[in-house]
Nanobody, 122 residues
Framework: QVQLVESGGGSVQAGGSLRLSCAAS??????MGWFRQAPGKEREGVAA???????YYANSVKGRFTVSRDNAKNTAYLQMNSLKPEDTGMYYC??????????????????WGQGTQVTVPS
């Protein structure tokens, strides 16, 4: 059974940093993605990483966010720097059911964690 558990969210001033973690169980060697959903907006893909470490980013976070993973721990991370108020939202990690696909195909993700809240006050 696939399980994803996020941690590391919180409230931080603009310009600050947070590091999110996603502990996965029930599978190995799949894409791992990070998504966010702001109040009143649709969920959007933020970053993803392949089992081999190839990374993908939304334009809005390139140069500020870094996705990584530790396959031995089956854990993914999202380092978020230079945070902005528009980064506020619930952050989710996710993985697709299938292996070997394009990790930036956001619609392919269908296992989700419970989310962790990130707040950057304006």
């Amino acid at each position: 059974q696939v399980q994803l558990v996020e941690s590391g969210g919180g409230s931080v001033q603009a310009g600050g940093s947070l590091r999110l973690s996603c502990a996965a169980s029930g599978y190995t060697y799949r894409c791992m993605g990070w998504f966010r959903q702001a109040p009143g907006k649709e969920r959007e893909g933020v970053a993803a990483i392949s089992p081999g470490g190839i990374t993908y980013y939304a334009n809005s976070v390139k140069g500020r966010f870094t996705v990584s993973r530790d396959n031995a721990k089956n854990t993914a991370y999202l380092q978020m720097n230079s945070l902005k108020p528009e980064d506020t939202g619930m952050y989710y990690c996710a993985t697709p059911q299938r292996t070997g696909g394009n990790c930036a195909a956001w619609a392919s993700y269908n296992y989700w964690g419970q989310g962790t809240q990130v707040t950057v006050p304006s």
